[in-house]
């Protein structure tokens, strides 16, 4: 069974960017689709958004992204992007990657098998 890992979460200023990476392990994420989620503080995990195997369509809760984040994903490197943008004391959260059986539905509210343990995102004002 695939292993999820996230990686590249930190401490920014507002205003700054970051890039988390999912990358698998004992598995191929290519033909999965790929979420990302967030967990802050007291809040209930949210959605941010999510690539389909092809690439395309890639979705994303634009209530919470507001244009400012990018998901791609890169096949020979068997990983998945988050480019976050333009980032806000409000992103801090635990950022999570999820994927998906293939030729499952794939939605931001639909369950999602797999999971990594997450990487912190912390934005100071």
């Known amino acids: 069974q695939v292993q999820l890992e996230e990686s590249g979460g930190g401490s920014v200023e507002a205003g700054g960017s970051l890039r988390l990476s999912c990358t698998a392990s004992m598995g191929t994420l290519n033909n999965m689709c790929v979420a990302w989620f967030r967990q802050a503080p007291g809040n209930e995990r949210e959605g941010v958004g999510l690539?389909?195997?092809?690439?395309?369509?890639?979705?994303y809760d634009i209530f919470v992204v507001e244009g400012r984040f990018t998901i791609s994903r890169d096949n020979a490197k068997n990983t998945v992007y988050l480019q976050m943008n333009d980032l806000r004391p409000e992103d801090t959260a635990v950022y999570y990657c999820?994927?998906?059986?293939?030729?499952?539905?794939?939605?931001?509210?639909?369950?999602?098998?797999?999971w990594g343990q997450g990487t912190q995102v912390i934005v100071s004002s």
């Open positions: 690539i389909h195997a092809g690439g395309r369509p890639i979705i």
């Open positions: 999820a994927a998906q059986e293939p030729g499952s539905p794939c939605g931001l509210r639909t369950p999602f098998p797999t």
